[in-house]
């Protein structure tokens, strides 16, 4: 369901969650090009700063982009800028929840402005701001 311009107010929230898995990874490294073996190659990870592979952050911050472009504002709304503060990794079997909060809305430009963050485990491991075009009735 979309939110149109005149429905969206500060303070609006809205979440998704999901479970990264191996194959989310290796799906991602294949669409993306990024082979990078901190990501999908265990023993060249395990060297690494994490210990283990981690998935790629603009894979976890593509959660932010789905919660836009099918809860707020939804279906409609073009992505125009995103700020993104990468805090921490996030492993095979970790839930990310993706939040987004309406911080700035400009009616007659159409756009608004909102936080979003990524969270693991109650800890902050993407945080930013989005500008997005807002969708209009007719």
């Not at 073996?37 to 603009?58: C, D, L, Q, W, Y």
């Not at 987004?100 to 800890?123: F, N, P, S, W, Y």
Request: charge should be negative; aromatic fraction near 6%; charged fraction near 15%.
């Amino acid at each position: 369901m979309t939110i149109y311009l005149d429905e969206i107010f500060v303070g609006m929230t809205a979440s998704t969650g999901k479970t990264i898995t191996e194959a989310d990874i290796l799906m991602y490294a294949a669409v993306s090009t990024d082979t990078n073996p901190t990501h999908i190659n265990a023993e060249f990870a395990s060297a690494g700063p994490f210990k283990e592979r981690v998935a790629h952050g603009m894979l976890t911050a593509g959660l932010i982009s789905a919660v836009l472009g099918t809860q707020l504002p939804g279906p409609g709304t073009i992505y125009l800028g995103q700020t993104l503060r990468f805090r921490g990794p996030v492993k095979i079997g970790d839930t990310v929840t993706a939040i987004v909060e309406v911080t700035d809305i400009v009616v007659e430009k159409q756009r608004a402005t909102l936080r979003t963050v990524c969270i693991v485990g109650g800890k902050t491991v993407i945080e930013g701001e989005a500008t997005v075009l807002v969708p209009t009735r007719g």
